[in-house]
Every structure is written in C-alpha cells, then in structure tokens.
C-alpha cells in the first residue's frame, strides 16, 4: 500500500515562503508521474504543479514563477517550494502520485493547510 505523507504547511504572512514535502512509502514513486493540488475553501481542488519521472514540469499560471516543484527519487519525496506567497494560495494542499490523466492519480496525500495572511 503506497502511503504518502506531506508535511511542511503552516501559516505564513504574504511574501514569505514555505516548502511542502511530500514522502512516499514505495519504490514506486519512482516511476510515477507526482503532482501537487490544493483546495481552498468552497473551492473545487485545483492543479499547482505536475512533475514527471525524469524532471518535466508544468505549473498553473497562478503559482508559475513563485513555486517550483522538484523531486528526489532516492528519497521518495516530492517537494514544492513556495515563494512570494499570496494570500489567495492559502488552501489545504495535497499530493498526489501515479498521474492517470485528468485529474486522476493512484495516490493521494492527506494534505497540508498553508495559510498565508496580508
């Protein structure tokens, strides 16, 4: 059973920064597509970031030149450093692994709140 576990959230005033990991319990992470998702409230849960097995990015035009996604497959951890933080990237943020298209994977964190205040 894969379990992936994020961590690093918390509260954050705006312009400052935060790195969310995200550790995999399974040799699979390796040859998985990984992604980053958030939800705020009374919001549908929407894409950040995607990475791919050998490093391919692609971000949402919200996020594009603040956050960088990355991972490290000998750890097992995927990584999302924020930077520049808005108040409206407040959200619970999930990871998510084994990309199946859409927005569809095999694995989903349990999320991590960041809160971003003015």
Avoid at 30 to 57: D, F, H, N
Avoid at 92 to 117: F, I, K, L, M, P
Wanted: aromatic share 12%; hydrophobic share 30%; proline share 1%.
């Amino acid at each position: 059973q894969v379990q992936l576990v994020e961590s690093g959230g918390g509260s954050v005033q705006a312009g400052g920064s935060l790195r969310l990991s995200c550790a995999a319990s399974s040799y699979i992470f390796s040859s998985c597509l990984m992604g980053w998702y958030r939800q705020a409230p009374g919001k549908e849960r929407e894409l950040v970031s995607r990475i791919g097995i050998y490093g391919l990015t692609n971000y949402a035009d919200s996020v594009k030149g603040r956050f960088t996604i990355s991972r490290d497959n000998a750890k097992n951890t995927l990584y999302l450093q924020m930077t520049s933080l808005k108040t409206e990237d407040t959200a619970v943020y999930y990871c998510a692994a084994c990309y199946r298209g859409g927005d569809y994977y095999d694995h989903w964190g349990q999320g991590t709140q960041v809160t971003v205040s003015s």
